[in-house]
């Protein structure tokens, strides 16, 4: 909360670019809705699974369903019965999944709001230096406890998002190769649209705290280059002693915060490379046939 107010109380409703208070409650609304979003994809996705699953058995073969392989089942309404309550129980596991990430994208954001709204203004000079290092200084604290308190959370549930993420790539490979095999075609395509929709979904939810904690780092980075930018060319500073100008460059290098998952900062040129490796592995095994696909 503490946060919230102090990004909401440095933007204003006539200022451009971060310092726009309009952009700051659009993007906060646009997390919020994305959230949602996600929650109605993912539930659609587990819908055609299931209606899949449904229509490839027959009642008298309940163990086709897999999670009632254990239980004995007499009708119908029994076998509805048990589908809803795993429908409720998937949609409380997604609600949490999806509460603890809106709130650690929104905080990021909220953060990156923050840095770069500094920024501007220190490049502007709309601030003393000294007022800036102070700011600076206390949204080095937001960003400790950012790294500290939600980021432990979300790095745990990424490795929950990441296996989602490679079980449905594993599930989709599975049935693009075996298409056919089923006694119903309709029931494969249903099968294939549900573990594509759930790769796009479970994927996207693992990579977009890794993207907002890169552009926070981004962010921090970017009042470093502004310094240097005022230190070579001081069209703003030509009349501030240059000493002061060393101080600040000093401070900020000292004071080089970066957000973090895992205990490890997030850079995004780190994260380019790691998805360009990923990319080479899996086109190797594709060459390789350990992943069949069927062009």
């Known amino acids: 909360i503490f946060l919230m107010q102090k990004t909401f109380i440095g933007t204003g409703a006539g200022n451009r670019g971060y310092l726009s208070q309009k952009k700051l409650i659009t993007a906060v609304q646009a997390i919020f809705y994305s959230g949602i979003a996600w929650i109605f994809l993912n539930f659609i996705a587990s819908v055609l699974g299931m209606f899949g699953r449904l229509i490839d058995c027959t009642w ?79 949204t080095g604290k937001a960003i400790d406890a950012l790294n500290e308190q939600m980021a432990i959370a979300v790095s745990v549930m990424e490795f929950n998002f990441a296996s989602h993420s490679i079980l449905c790539l594993h599930s989709f490979f599975v049935l693009q190769s075996g298409f056919g095999l089923l006694s119903n075609t309709n029931a494969e395509v249903l099968f294939v649209l549900s573990a594509i929709l759930d790769f796009i979904m479970w994927t996207a939810i693992a990579l977009f705290p890794i993207i907002q904690a890169a552009r926070v780092t981004n962010a921090c980075q970017s009042q470093i280059k502004t310094a240097l930018e005022i230190r070579t060319r001081p069209f703003q500073y030509k009349d501030m002693d240059q000493v002061q100008l060393d101080s600040f460059i000093t401070f900020l290098n000292a004071h080089n915060k970066r957000a973090k998952l895992f205990r490890v900062p997030v850079v995004s040129h780190y994260l380019w490379a790691l998805g360009a490796v990923a990319l080479f592995v899996i086109l190797v095994l594709i060459e390789l046939e350990f992943i069949s696909v069927n062009w």
């Open 60 to 138: 008298t073969e309940p163990w086709r369903l897999g999670f009632i392989s254990w239980m004995s089942v007499e009708s119908k309404a029994e076998m509805w019965v048990l589908i809803i309550v795993m429908w409720i129980g998937f949609l409380a596991f997604d609600l949490v999944n999806i509460a603890v990430t809106v709130n650690y994208t929104t905080q990021c954001q909220l953060v990156i709001v923050l840095v770069r709204g500094l920024t501007e203004k220190v490049r502007d000079k709309t601030i003393p230096l000294e007022t800036a290092m102070k700011q600076i200084f206390d």
